[in-house]
């Protein structure tokens, strides 16, 4: 039987709208069971504790139990492919850290492509560094740090909390960058790192801001410059490194990501939730004590960040030559 123009216009519109329907349906319903944010850092640590801020938030704007299960080890590959072989459902969720971006070149072999099989859901925040140097350094400001350190090649010792941390990346960026030859000494953790700073074991550090900044106000470490690209709030006379080094820019930013396939709608409504809740003043304080700044960008923008660290990280793994221990 021919159907009446008018009647066919409209059943056809009507089955052209209904995978639009569908798709806004399944964002509504999501979450409908609780959600698991997998992260592959220690527990207690800064990471951790921004994870569970946002699954908080999250749980109590979503109406579901958001929880943080921590899979330590392997660098953070144990937790990354776990979640690369996860449903793409939106119920399990990775915490992107930047280890995601340097494994991308220190592990010759790994089991999954982070860019290709991690959907990019939102970033969280950034979390700039401040160069640090013991006291006894001849050197106020980054160029005579540069200066010194090249009229004494591989005399001065840079710390780390650790073998492709941020922070040993951070200073092998500014190695390549400056010109200088400094030898790099790796610590467990950042107490241990300072405090031998501190001592005069090691000349200069890459440290966090939140654990650094009680020795640089008491006098104890002399603070020659940010890694940010702006000027810090925490410390307004201390420069950039960029103003002596265009282009230098390291922060550590965190946030989350899905199994790729993940419907685009849940991705779309885990990525308002965040920001919404990154917007409110308490959990912008509480980021702020870890040495944050809110970071809300779009899943794309997200993945653009991810892919330009990503190339970042690379070429400092290279030049430098840094090994997976």
Not at 42 to 65: F, I, K, T, Y
Request: glycine share 8%; proline share 8%.
């Amino acid at each position: 039987m021919k159907l009446p123009r008018r009647e066919f216009l409209h059943l056809a519109a009507g089955a052209a709208a209904l995978p639009a329907l569908s798709h806004a349906a399944r964002a509504q319903a999501y979450p409908s069971r609780p959600v698991r944010l997998i992260a592959g850092v220690a527990a207690g640590g800064s990471p951790d504790m921004v994870a569970r801020l946002v699954c908080q938030s999250l749980s109590e704007r979503m109406g579901q139990p958001f929880s943080v299960d921590i899979r330590p080890g392997g660098g953070g590959n144990i937790a990354t492919e776990a979640v690369v072989h996860a449903p793409a459902d939106g119920y399990t969720l990775l915490l992107v850290t930047p280890a995601n971006a340097i494994n991308a070149t220190l592990y010759q072999k790994l089991n999954y492509n982070f860019i290709r099989d991690i959907a990019p859901v939102a970033s969280i925040l950034r979390v700039p560094y401040v160069m640090e140097v013991n006291v006894s350094v001849p050197a106020r400001t980054v160029s005579e740090f540069i200066a010194n350190a090249k009229s004494n090649p591989g005399k001065h010792k840079i710390a780390s909390t650790g073998n492709a941390t941020p922070g040993h990346v951070a200073g092998e960026l500014f190695k390549m960058m400056a010109g200088v030859d400094m030898v790099h000494i790796p610590y467990r953790g950042p107490n241990a790192a300072l405090a031998d700073l501190v001592a005069g074991q090691v000349q200069v550090f890459f440290g966090g801001i939140p654990a650094s900044i009680k020795h640089i106000r008491a006098g104890e470490l002399r603070p020659l410059a940010v890694t940010a690209a702006k000027r810090l709030e925490a410390l307004p006379d201390v420069p950039t490194i960029s103003e002596i080094l265009p282009g230098y820019e390291v922060s550590s930013v965190l946030g989350l990501g899905a199994p790729k396939d993940t419907p685009s709608e849940v991705i779309d409504r885990l990525n308002i939730e965040i920001n919404a809740g990154l917007a409110d003043p308490k959990i912008k304080a509480r980021l702020a004590e870890e040495g944050g700044t809110v970071l809300p960008l779009s899943p794309a923008e997200f993945g653009k960040l991810i892919a330009e660290d990503t190339e970042k990280w690379g070429r400092v793994v290279k030049f430098a030559g840094i090994k997976p221990e």
